[in-house]
């Protein structure tokens, strides 16, 4: 199995841990990449994400995300000619650039799960059925108990 965690996943843990959804969305997330690398599974990187990690604004939290970032992944998906071709169908389809990005790289890596917590990425993906590549909030994968 491989996932590809979106951006805002990995600053999760950095967002306002007293509101109980945000809270329980970061605590999923780890327990997530936990069971991921004591079984194997692939925890797939882009430029993408780093791209974006690379813009938080806050020195500390930019610097402890990306080492977090760094040290997690095991896979970097490359962007190449194609996934710019299939991010453009996303993007036709509805799906904000990033969002297409993030997808396109997913599914050119044979990625299984695609976690996110933005929730219109979720939306749009599932309800317009884009791609093999199941994407959803960590929190319910980790209720659903898939991995």
């Not at 997913?106 to 976690?115: F, N, P």
Request: hydrophobic fraction near 45%; include cysteine; proline fraction near 1%.
């Amino acid at each position: 199995m491989k996932i590809y965690v979106d951006a805002c996943c990995w600053d999760r843990r950095h967002d306002d841990l007293t509101n109980k959804d945000i809270k329980a969305e970061a605590v999923a997330l780890m327990s997530i990449i936990d069971m991921c690398q004591v079984a194997g599974h692939g925890i797939v990187g882009s430029a993408a994400v780093l791209a974006e990690l690379q813009g938080i604004p806050e020195t500390d939290l930019r610097e402890d995300t990306l080492t977090f970032y760094k040290n997690t992944i095991n896979i970097h998906a490359k962007i190449t000619k194609n996934t710019i071709q299939r991010m453009n169908e996303f993007r036709a389809k509805g799906l904000k650039n990033m969002d297409s990005l993030h997808l396109a790289i997913a599914e050119a890596a044979d990625v299984d799960l695609l976690l996110t917590v933005d929730k219109d990425f979720e939306r749009i993906s599932t309800n317009k059925k884009l791609s093999a590549v199941k994407v959803i909030n960590p929190l319910k994968l980790n209720m659903g108990g898939l991995i």
